[in-house]
């Protein structure tokens, strides 16, 4: 059974910078992805950021030029490298991986969430 824990949120002044982190536990011999996702209160959930297996990214355009997510070569751990972060960057923030087996999306792990709190 896959597990994820995520780390790294927290609260900051606009400008700042913060690197959230996604680490899964257990073990998985499909391809995996892995996206980044927000929520706010009352919203649904978004797709902030994401690399394929092949390691290809997607970057929201709110988000793009200030985020960067990676992947360790094992690809067991994951990063979200949020500069210059705004006050509409406010929101928990969740990892998410997707296994693949032929190409089909079989099984989705979601993170707890972390909290990002940006003051203006």
């Known amino acids: 059974q896959v597990q994820l824990m995520e780390s790294g949120g927290g609260s900051v002044q606009a400008g700042e910078s913060l690197r959230l982190s996604c680490k899964l536990s257990g073990s998985t011999r499909m391809i995996t992805s892995m996206g980044w996702y927000r929520q706010t209160p009352g919203k649904q959930r978004e797709l902030v950021a994401y690399?394929?297996?092949?390691?290809?990214?997607y970057y929201d355009d709110s988000v793009k030029g200030r985020f960067t997510s990676s992947r360790d070569n094992d690809g067991r751990s994951g990063y979200l490298q949020m500069d210059s972060l705004k006050s509409e960057d406010t929101a928990v923030y969740y990892c998410?991986?997707?296994?693949?087996?032929?190409?089909?999306?079989?099984?989705?792990?979601w993170g707890q969430g972390t909290q990002v709190t940006v003051s203006s």
């Open positions: 690399m394929s297996a092949g390691s290809s990214t």
């Open positions: 998410n991986v997707r296994e693949y087996a032929g190409g089909v999306p079989v099984s989705d792990y």
